[in-house]
């Protein structure tokens, strides 16, 4: 088992930049693929990132792509993502997820643990 609370969601404003962070407890942390979903009011939820068991390599969403970065410390079972350049299309709820399986799984059902999610919200 693990479990995953995310923190550092917020209010900002469009071009700003925000950095969630996701905390992970159980076993065997470092064995997981960890991924960031995200999901905006009536859609469904989409994927945004996703880093190796390692921290290399990642894959990232095209409508993300040079604008986030997803990184892990192993050490302190955490799992971040640093988020520029803010858009008002990047309103949602952001989930970190912890994926067994695969080593970069990209799809919702690839994932065995999810966090409860943590919301951003970009202003104009």
């Known amino acids: 088992q693990v479990q995953l609370v995310e923190s550092g969601g917020g209010l900002v404003q469009a071009g700003d930049s925000l950095r969630l962070s996701c905390a992970a407890s159980g076993r065997r942390f470092s064995a997981y693929a960890m991924g960031w979903f995200r999901q905006a009011p009536g859609k469904e939820r989409e994927f945004v990132a996703v880093?190796?068991?390692?921290?290399?390599?990642?894959y990232y969403a095209d409508s993300v792509k040079g604008r986030f970065t997803i990184s892990r410390d192993n050490g302190k079972n955490t799992v971040s993502l640093q988020m520029n350049s803010l858009k008002l299309e990047d309103t949602a709820i952001y989930y970190c997820?912890?994926?067994?399986?695969?080593?970069?799984?990209?799809?919702?059902?690839?994932?065995?643990?999810w966090g409860q999610g943590t919301q951003v919200t970009v202003s104009s």
């Open positions: 997820a912890a994926s067994g399986g695969k080593a970069l799984p990209k799809v919702r059902y690839e994932y065995d643990y």
């Open positions: 880093i190796t068991w390692s921290g290399s390599p990642t």
